[in-house]
């Protein structure tokens, strides 16, 4: 009997010695579940460094976001062809690209992907023919799913988005949709100070 008694208050010792270590102070606990219940942004905020990638564009040259923001600011456009806004946003982004030429980097992030019926390499050749018409003078890179993994990185749920990095590296804006209304040249000089 002295045994058994002996046994359970070891084990009620035991038990209480491991409750008391296991559970923090009580404003330990608030800051855990604060920290547990932060959702994670659902979008990239003003001021904030934008995350960095690395892609191949049409021509074959490696562009990596953090060696040019910095120098000059940067503009991403998520875009397709496919994209009836897109379509009527690219002429005044290439009008924009030669104003600023060598003040200002441009990189196209083309979210074409194939379809049932059409191969990769169709699709390659149907976004390198858009390029080739509409006479586009900046990186443009197509790779379906490392494009749609930045895309997700950047939360882009609508297209054209145009993300506008300042050459602090910093985000200043994004621009969701197109209007042939809106002065985005305009509105682009402003946020960058040209």
């Known amino acids: 009997m002295k045994i058994l008694k002996l046994s359970v208050t070891l084990a009620i010792a035991l038990l209480a010695i491991f409750v008391l270590t296991a559970i923090p102070a009580s404003g330990d606990i608030e800051e855990k579940i604060e920290k547990d219940s932060a959702e994670p942004p659902e979008q990239l905020e003003t001021g904030m460094l934008p995350p960095d990638f690395t892609v191949i564009d049409l021509e074959g040259n490696v562009f990596t976001l953090s060696e040019m923001a910095g120098e000059m600011p940067v503009l991403i456009d998520f875009w397709a062809t496919w994209c009836p806004p897109c ?28 379809g049932d019926t059409e191969t990769v390499d169709d699709n390659l050749a149907k976004v390198s023919d858009f390029v080739d018409e509409n006479e586009i003078p900046y990186i443009i890179v197509y790779g379906y799913e490392d494009n749609q993994a930045i895309s997700d990185e950047y939360f882009v749920r609508g297209i054209p988005a145009l993300f506008i990095i300042g050459s602090d ?26």
Request: glycine fraction near 12%.
């Open 169 to 194: 590296g910093k985000l200043l804006n994004v621009h969701i949709g197109y209007s042939a209304e809106s002065d985005l040249i305009g509105d682009l000089e402003e946020e960058l100070g040209l």
């Open 87 to 114: 379509v009527v946003e690219i002429p005044v982004l290439v009008e924009f690209a030669n104003m600023y030429e060598g003040r200002v980097q441009l990189v196209g992030i083309s979210l074409d992907r194939p």
